[in-house]
């Protein structure tokens, strides 16, 4: 059946609404995601913060910026659960029976985890800015930094719908988030300064998009140069949504024969 440009627009609106709705009604999903992250920043900033040494800085200045990067890493897992949640309860089969665009599923569970992203980075600023953070290169480069993390965010949803889509388990799906996101987030310049890293180590940390991302933003946030970091973490985005958002989808239909 033909859809148009319209009618995608609308259901994707409606599987939006559908996701939205879905922490409204079941809040602790989010209560939780967020109670977790704020521990994580308290108990990193105040264990970590006298004994790392970053150079003059500020810890929490230092890692603030990289912990944002961190609530959008950590988030895509969720979206692992719940697109593996909702397969294995036939809910794509029902979505298949409907007359709407293959891609508003999908579409609908991006545009969601976006508002998720969103309000969890509000949170997490407002615990920072409690606790000693402040912005010290003004609005507007904090505004671009945010909205950085935002699209990263964005790009790993589509790996997170992927793996969620392959796996088709809730526990597996959990299993397998937590395996690539780990390597990343610890093994970068979120936590501590690479040069502090063993030597073999510290290749894989300048190369990672954790590190490029949290780069970019540090250095929006805090004033200092920005572009050799910010390139990076473009072409990352744009590669793992060139390579993920078209697996995703094909695996998708491919579940919906």
Same mark, same amino acid.
């Given at each position: 059946?033909?859809?148009?440009l319209?009618e995608t627009i609308?259901?994707?609106?409606?599987?939006?609404?559908?996701?939205? /709705?879905?922490?409204?009604?079941?809040?602790?999903?989010?209560?939780f995601?967020?109670?977790?992250?704020v521990?994580?920043?308290l108990?990193f900033?105040?264990? *970590?913060g006298?004994?790392?040494?970053?150079?003059?800085?500020?810890?929490?200045q230092?890692?603030?910026?990289?912990?944002?990067?961190?609530t959008v890493?950590?988030?895509?897992?969720?979206?692992?659960?719940?697109?593996?949640?909702?397969?294995?309860?036939?809910?794509?089969?029902r *979505?298949?029976?409907?007359?709407m665009?293959?891609?508003?599923f /999908?579409?609908?569970?991006?545009?969601?985890?976006?508002?998720?992203?969103i309000? /969890?980075?509000?949170?997490?600023?407002?615990?920072?800015?409690?606790i000693?953070?402040?912005f010290?290169?003004?609005?507007a480069?904090?505004?671009?930094?945010?909205?950085l993390?935002?699209?990263?965010?964005?790009?790993?949803?589509?790996?997170?719908?992927f793996?969620?889509?392959?796996?088709?388990?809730?526990e597996?799906?959990?299993?397998?988030? *937590?395996?690539?996101?780990?390597? /990343?987030?610890?093994?970068?310049?979120?936590?501590?300064?690479?040069?502090?890293?063993?030597s073999?180590?510290?290749? *894989?940390?300048?190369?990672?998009?954790v590190t490029?991302?949290?780069?970019?933003v540090?250095?929006?946030?805090?004033?200092?140069?920005?572009?050799?970091?910010?390139?990076?973490?473009l072409?990352w985005?744009?590669?793992i949504?060139?390579l993920?958002?078209?697996?995703? @989808?094909?695996?998708y239909?491919? @579940?919906?024969?």
């Amino acid at each position: 059946m033909s859809i148009n440009l319209s009618e995608t627009i609308s259901d994707i609106s409606v599987m939006t609404k559908r996701n939205i /709705l879905r922490y409204v009604r079941l809040p602790q999903l989010l209560v939780f995601n967020a109670t977790l992250n704020v521990v994580l920043l308290l108990l990193f900033n105040y264990v *970590f913060g006298g004994a790392i040494n970053t150079g003059g800085i500020k810890y929490v200045q230092y890692f603030l910026p990289g912990f944002l990067a961190q609530t959008v890493v950590f988030g895509s897992t969720q979206t692992s659960v719940g697109i593996a949640e909702d397969s294995s309860k036939g809910l794509i089969d029902r *979505f298949r029976s409907l007359p709407m665009a293959r891609s508003a599923f /999908l579409a609908g569970r991006v545009l969601a985890d976006m508002v998720r992203y969103i309000i /969890l980075i509000a949170l997490m600023v407002a615990i920072g800015s409690a606790i000693g953070f402040r912005f010290e290169n003004g609005a507007a480069p904090a505004i671009a930094g945010i909205a950085l993390i935002v699209l990263f965010g964005v790009s790993l949803t589509w790996l997170g719908i992927f793996i969620g889509i392959s796996v088709k388990d809730v526990e597996t799906a959990q299993v397998a988030g *937590f395996v690539w996101v780990f390597p /990343l987030v610890f093994a970068s310049s979120l936590y501590v300064p690479i040069p502090t890293m063993p030597s073999w180590l510290q290749v *894989f940390a300048k190369i990672n998009p954790v590190t490029s991302m949290v780069d970019t933003v540090r250095a929006l946030f805090l004033g200092m140069g920005v572009w050799s970091a910010l390139w990076k973490i473009l072409a990352w985005d744009a590669a793992i949504i060139v390579l993920f958002a078209p697996l995703a @989808l094909r695996r998708y239909k491919s @579940l919906a024969r």
